[in-house]
């Protein structure tokens, strides 16, 4: 078997495997949402994402919810970073 015909397998094989696990997370995670919007739906009566939320508690920060694990995100550093990077290409 020639070189370029065995790394061709060998990519297209890779190619397939990361084909086949992205599809898997996918479906896995489509189903994960699918039941947390059924499952509220049922509790509540409306459908609404409870896996993951995202709220504004004050300017430039935001608490995150993920599985009922709380956490604040301060994107005021974040920001100015941002604006020296551009600052600094500008």
Excluded: W
């Amino acid at each position: 078997m020639a070189r370029k015909i065995r790394f061709r397998k060998k990519r297209l094989y890779n190619l397939k495997i990361f084909v086949v696990m992205s599809l898997f997370f996918l479906i896995v995670i489509s189903g994960l949402v699918a039941v947390d919007i059924t499952k509220s739906y049922v509790l509540y009566g409306q459908p609404r994402l409870e896996m993951i939320r995202i709220q504004e508690v004050e300017k430039d920060i935001y608490q995150v919810s993920l599985f009922n694990n709380t956490f604040d995100l301060n994107l005021k550093y974040l920001r100015r970073d941002m604006g020296k990077i551009k600052g600094f290409f500008d």
